[in-house]
């Protein structure tokens, strides 16, 4: 007995300081994060530039295995308990985070509500509005390679399913652009036995290629149709358009460089596509083209002078000369940045915005760390006039100034190939924060999302009939012994064997052991960084659910649904906690004011107080004799107390409404009449209901929030205590097994 008291005291203690830790630790995590934001936000880097997630907050869980997936490091932070996009601007597209996500709380959209962006309108099978034309990569609105490769594979797993090769000199398929999405879709195409045609009208690697030299490009590995696994980590441009050419020669691809495609006429399965270089006649069109279409001119006096370029290849042929880079994304500091480091050219950079907020953090930093060692000239807040032979001419704050120059170089980005799209009947449509496919119709969700919906379901009726049966049989075996009175068992034929002590009550508890540490797979799967990404993180949620519900039923019958010892007793306790904070935090959780509705109708409810709290103080100098003393009382009785935990608020807000209540009934002599002083105590009391509403959505929120720090804590305890109360069992000879 003593030798347990001890051991659950050192537990108990062990995890308060756990808890201490947790709590702590998250909170100076929270305040980094928010900070920021607020930062991200005062910066002018508040708004994503391209394809970003959207958290649902109102079936986030806080589990917050999102978080470190990100290849571009800190993206997403934690802000209420709750994931949150805290640099937006860094924001690229990977994805991750969405797979990472066990609830299906994150979506990928394009555009904000405040930032539209024009694309072509595509189906879930990327066919555009003209039937038999389809859209692959950074044209549709998928910019990384990565994301590149993927849609051109799982364009062609379509094609391969509705087409079957053809003949008659007809080419099954043109695949426009040979850049990483024609690179996938040529590879797909002759696996699923495809006729096709690649046509690039400059160089093979596509937007790839104008990269400047020796620019670090992939982020992971992609498996590629008959090549296998294509890149690393990380890999410089030309290293990657090695790996192009690698491909190509192995699978004997024929890319024919140099043609253009101009015009594409004809309809579904009888097309004929016009190039520089003649006709072809094809069943399919694939535009793998690139979003950048042309360079987005700076559209001033002396911009067609020859010194003046829109792209960055080879920076040796700069040096010793005065460069001016004209712009504020990656692309522009990346030019800057490697023009100083690589050459001894002067370099400025000029950008309109006051904050470079549409560039990478890690971009940011090595530009201004030349900046700060006097390698670049930053002109920040300045724009472009003129462009003259020898010199530019920019306006700043403090009025035009003149630059001595010798090159130019724009980094303005592209505009949309739109003419070419709409010359040839793809049409276009705006993107407010929306998914990019999916569904014919907004709200709906993909073919591929309810096939993977109801893959999830038939694993989880599985478990649940697995479950089912488990229970069924542990209860058979016991029907006639379990509802037993304690004292009564003893004279049961079969209490040998099923006690707790017994085979096969000492067998199921060992075996429950088992199942239970096979919970911590989840928290192995979210936290171990080779494990990212195998298997839907959903499935290992929906595992961790399972055990985590049959874990106290099938120690239940372990104990024989009795406790005869403190340690089996807390380690039960702790059993169940872990199971109810795990319940709260997967079911209930989402349901804490903090997404958008819930704001609104916290919003709604501190305005309904302001207003009437407005009212009642400006109508008090009309209807009290002493406006000084009611006054006093009704500030006191309004004021909104300081946020304290959920004990507190429990235990202290009803002694706080019976001091206020003494309060106001204090003052009634001073109202000019009864009338006055009731109207006056019913508007106290319906501000005080109110003002508990409103402290109830904040109390709650933070009562909810340290659902994850107890799940954690008490389930590393529950494994402890378990630890001890194997050692008990062993040290008193329950060591049959071992036998």
């Known amino acids: 007995m003593i030798l347990e008291l001890v051991i659950g005291i050192t537990l108990s203690v062990l995890m308060g300081v756990g808890v201490a830790v947790w709590v702590y630790k998250r909170l100076v995590r929270e305040a980094a994060d928010t900070l920021a934001l607020e930062q991200a936000r005062a910066s002018g880097r ?23 997936v990100c290849p571009e490091g800190d993206i997403l932070g934690v802000i209420d308990g709750k994931a ?15 797979l990472e996500c066990g609830v299906d709380a994150i979506t990928l959209v394009m555009g904000t509500e405040t930032r539209g962006i024009d694309l072509p309108e595509l189906s879930e099978s990327f066919e555009t509005s003209r039937p038999g034309v389809y859209i692959v990569g950074e044209l549709g609105g998928m910019g990384l390679i990565k994301n590149a490769f993927t849609q051109g594979v799982q364009l062609t797993e379509h094609l391969g399913q509705v087409m079957s090769a053809g003949g008659g000199g007809v080419t099954d398929v043109v695949v426009v652009g040979a850049g990483p999405a024609g690179l996938a879709t040529a590879l797909g195409l002759k696996k699923a036995g495809l006729s096709f045609r690649v046509l690039e009208q400059e160089s093979i690697g596509g937007t790839i290629a104008a990269y400047p030299r020796q620019k670090l490009v992939m982020s992971e590995r992609v498996s590629l149709p008959l090549y296998g696994k294509f890149g690393r980590a990380e890999l410089s441009k030309e ?22 495609v101009q015009k594409i006429d004809g309809e579904d399965g009888a097309f004929v596509v016009h190039t520089s270089r003649g006709a072809v006649r094809a069943r399919k069109v694939v535009l793998a083209v690139g979003r950048r279409g042309s360079p987005r001119k700076m559209g001033v006096p002396g911009e067609d002078h ?92 403090k009025g035009q100034v003149s630059l001595g120059n010798d090159y130019v170089i724009a980094c303005l980005g592209g505009e949309l190939p739109t003419d070419f799209l709409a010359a040839n009947g793809v049409s276009m449509r705006q993107y407010k924060g929306e998914a990019l496919r999916g569904s014919a119709r907004p709200g709906e969700r993909s073919a591929k999302e309810l096939a993977e ?26 029907q006639d012994y379990y509802h037993l009175p304690l004292a ?33 797979l989840y928290s192995v799967r979210k936290r171990w960084g080779r494990l990212k990404g195998f298997r839907s993180i959903r499935g290992w949620l929906t595992f961790h659910q399972f055990v985590g519900f049959m874990s106290p039923l099938v120690i239940a019958f372990h104990a024989a649904f009795q406790s005869n010892n403190l340690l089996a007793t807390l380690t039960t306790l702790s059993l169940f906690t872990v199971v109810a904070t795990g319940v709260v935090g997967r079911f209930l959780y989402g349901l804490v004011p903090s997404g958008a509705s ?142």
Not at 330 to 356: I, K, M, N, P
Not at 497 to 515: D, E, Q
Request: proline fraction near 3%.
């Open 488 to 520: 009564a068992r003893r004279a049961h034929p079969a209490h040998a064997f099923l006690k707790p002590a017994g085979p096969w009550g000492h067998g199921v508890g060992i075996v429950a052991t088992l199942v239970m540490m096979s919970n911590f």
């Open 84 to 98: 949150a996009l805290i640099d937006p601007s860094a924001c690229i597209g990977h994805g991750r985070c969405a």
């Open 453 to 478: 919906d109801e893959k999830r379901r038939r694993f989880a009726l599985g478990l649940f009939v697995l479950g089912a049966a488990i229970v069924g049989v542990l209860a058979l075996v016991g």
């Open 598 to 739: 819930h704001q609104d109708e916290l919003a709604e409810l501190t305005a309904r107080y302001e207003a009437l709290k407005a009212k009642t103080g400006s109508g008090l100098h009309e209807a009290v004799t002493d406006e000084f003393e009611v006054s006093e009382v009704f500030t006191v009785v309004t004021e909104v107390p300081v946020e304290n935990t959920f004990l507190e608020f429990v235990v202290h807000r009803p002694l706080r409404w019976l001091r206020e209540l003494r309060r106001v009934r204090g003052v009634r002599s001073r109202f000019s009449s009864a009338g006055a002083f009731d109207r006056f105590e019913r508007d106290v009391k319906d501000l005080n209901r109110l003002r508990v509403q409103v402290k109830f959505y904040r109390t709650l929120k933070r009562l909810m929030s340290v659902w994850r720090v107890l799940h954690v804590v008490l389930a590393v305890s529950l494994v402890l205590m378990i630890a001890g109360h194997i050692s008990v069992s062993l040290f008193l000879g329950y060591t049959w097994i071992f036998k």
């Open 46 to 68: 508040g708004q994503p530039p391209t394809l970003h997630p959207v958290i649902d907050l109102d079936k986030c869980i806080g589990s917050l295995s999102c978080l470190s």
């Open 306 to 397: 020859g010194k003046v370029t829109y792209r960055l290849i080879d920076p040796t042929q700069y040096a010793g000369k005065r460069v001016l880079v004209v712009g504020g994304g990656d692309a522009a500091l990346e030019a800057a940045v490697q023009l100083a480091q690589e050459t001894d050219a002067d370099v400025s950079l000029s950008y309109r915005g006051a904050e470079l907020g549409r560039a990478r953090e890690a971009n940011r930093r090595r530009f201004q760390d030349l900046v700060s060692k006097r390698r670049i000239r930053a002109l920040m807040a300045s724009t472009m006039v003129e462009v003259r032979p020898e010199a530019v001419i920019l306006s700043t704050e």
């Open 239 to 260: 290293e990657l358009l090695e790996e192009f050419e690698r491909a190509i020669a192995q699978e004997e691809l024929a890319i024919e460089v140099g043609t253009k």
